[in-house]
């Protein structure tokens, strides 16, 4: 199973582009990135996924180096409604095929005025 | 219809108590979870129904019990619990379950459970 690693916190003002990394070293080669968004008391929210290279939709983009062992979300010009905690997901398997879906720490986003 | 939906929005239970928690989606989807979350912690999946088939058990004790009565319904039911099950309840959902984890999850806003 693929084990992620995310910097703890990280501080922003508004209007500035946020990059988030994610280290995932033993990733496999069916393996999805996946990216989720949770605010206090809520559910987490699905933000963005990719394989590999460059994904992007309304909200972010997501970058993934050839080798796949790490990407990087990228929050543009974020807001103060951008504070939350986001997780990196990737895709493992257990003996059969299953994905067992595994959050790790997260990363805190704080936003400034 | 991209909601998922949970019931309660809050529990309150003693430890001999027996409740249950509900956990609705009509989008289709054949996979359903649920997860516990502690306060600053991520979520922890426990359970994972494919299917209507009960997929995954992340050995999770006995006195929680999961039930998938249909595709769109999925029960938690609550016994003997201990105070250190006090946590957020989610419940997601997503088009399938399997390989590679290609398949984005739809979380509810759970249920914030505390055992008394």
């Known amino acids: 199973l693929a084990k992620t690693t995310q910097p703890i916190s990280m501080d922003s003002y508004e209007g500035q582009e946020v990059n988030i990394t994610c280290s995932h070293n033993n990733i496999a080669t069916n393996d999805y990135i996946t990216w989720y968004q949770q605010f206090p008391s809520q559910g987490p929210r699905f933000i963005i996924q990719g394989y590999k290279t460059k994904v992007t939709n309304e909200v972010a983009s997501l970058f993934i180096p050839a080798d796949r062992k790490s990407s990087t979300l990228s929050l543009p010009r974020v807001s103060l409604s951008d504070t939350a905690v986001y997780y990196c997901?990737?895709?493992?398997?257990?003996?059969?095929?299953?994905?067992?879906?595994?959050f790790g720490r997260g990363t805190s986003l704080i936003v400034h005025p | 219809d991209t909601e998922v939906t949970q019931t309660p929005k809050h529990l309150v239970m003693g430890m001999t108590n027996k409740k249950s928690l509900k956990c609705e989606q009509h989008?289709?989807?054949?996979?359903m979870y649920w997860y516990k979350q502690k306060a600053k912690k991520p979520p922890e999946l426990m359970f994972v129904?494919?299917?209507?088939?009960?997929?995954i058990n992340e050995s999770v004790p006995s006195r929680f019990s999961p039930e998938c009565p249909n595709s769109s319904l999925l029960n938690l039911h609550l016994h003997a619990l201990q105070p250190e099950d006090s946590a957020l309840y989610l419940c997601?959902?997503?088009?399938?379950?399997?390989?590679?984890?290609?398949?984005?999850?739809?979380f509810g806003p759970g249920t914030r459970l505390t055992v008394l």
């Open positions: 989008m289709g989807h054949r996979a």
């Open positions: 997601a959902s997503s088009q399938d379950f399997g390989l590679a984890g290609g398949n984005e999850q739809f």
């Open positions: 997901l990737v895709g493992g398997g257990k003996a059969g095929g299953s994905y067992i879906p595994t």
């Open positions: 129904y494919s299917y209507e088939k009960l997929s």
